[in-house]
């Protein structure tokens, strides 16, 4: 997730059968062996369209956002979730996670009605049969500053999430951490929440550009990963900052199963042929 984040207004979805999933993701038609999504707001499309725009891409799914800070979230609309439930059906897209970006804007720390926004969110991801909610700790809910960790704010998310949590595990759903830390201070976050509903959404792109070992870092963290974005800023991949291939490497060897979440960067402005050099580049990376 970057530092800002448009909201969308627009999340629904549908439940597909594990069977399903299979043949999507293993079946003749899909010889990659890691299921590969994109981010709506990367895709720049709102609501269950970016499914279709996902299928013309060639992805197996789409990460959405869960809405703007509103009373009552985006996400929590049933008729919206029956719409993505439609979407879901024509596209044959699953929807892998949903994005809480909105507490960058009203961060989990401070803002009084996060914790119910995250207890809808779950609710709405059963719904939805994603597995993972991203909670971003970006712009206002950096959880550091100039002086180093905000100790105050860390405390205050840990005994939030700590009620969140079983909720989530109750559910099957992960709740993913991502923010600006070092993979040692998340996994001091996760110990102090100490449910493993609680996991790390890892960002290549953030960690390399906030100067952290990320091979060093995904082999530390392991199976505490829940999901991984895939970015460079505004360059295709394999052509910026990040060094991809080590990447691949610490991926393969902690034996991570999850999705890879596109949220790249569109360097022509053309959604799919951009997206499409993006995803043919991860299928080669990581075969």
């Known amino acids: 997730m970057s530092l800002t984040r448009r909201g969308f207004l627009t999340i629904t979805g549908a439940s597909i059968t594990t069977s399903g999933l299979s043949r999507l993701l293993f079946g003749d038609e899909k010889k990659n062996n890691y299921p590969i999504a994109a981010c709506d707001w990367s895709l720049w499309t709102e609501g269950p369209s970016a499914l279709d725009i996902g299928k013309q891409i060639g992805l197996d799914g789409v990460e959405i956002s869960a809405g703007k800070p509103e009373d009552k979230i985006a996400i929590a609309n049933i008729e919206l979730q029956e719409q993505y439930k439609v979407k879901m059906k024509e596209t044959g897209l699953l929807i892998p996670s949903i994005a809480m970006g909105l507490l960058n804007e009203a961060p989990l720390a401070s803002e009084p009605r996060a914790v119910n926004w995250i207890l809808d969110t779950i609710d709405s991801a059963k719904s939805l049969d994603a597995k993972v909610i991203l909670l971003a700790f970006f712009g206002k809910g950096d959880l550091r500053d100039k002086d180093g960790l905000k100790e105050k704010d860390v405390a205050e998310v840990v005994s939030r999430l700590k009620e969140c949590a079983p909720k ?108 499409k050099k993006n995803l043919d580049y991860i299928h080669q990376l990581l075969g």
């Not at 040692?184 to 100067?211: F, H, P, R, W």
């Not at 505490?224 to 895939?230: D, G, L, W």
């Open 168 to 275: 989530a595990k109750e559910k099957g759903i992960i709740l993913g951490i991502e923010n600006t830390l070092s993979a040692q201070q998340n996994m001091d976050i996760l110990e102090k929440i100490g449910n493993d509903a609680c996991e790390v959404y890892y960002d290549v792109g953030n960690s390399t550009y906030n100067g952290y070992d990320v091979p060093t870092e995904i082999r530390m963290l392991k199976n505490k990963i829940c999901q991984i974005h895939f970015k460079d800023g505004a360059f295709y991949l394999g052509k910026g900052k990040v060094k991809m291939e080590p990447i691949a490497e610490a991926i393969k060897e902690i034996n991570y199963k999850g999705w890879f979440v596109l949220e790249t960067g569109l360097p022509t402005m053309n959604k799919v042929n951009d997206f």
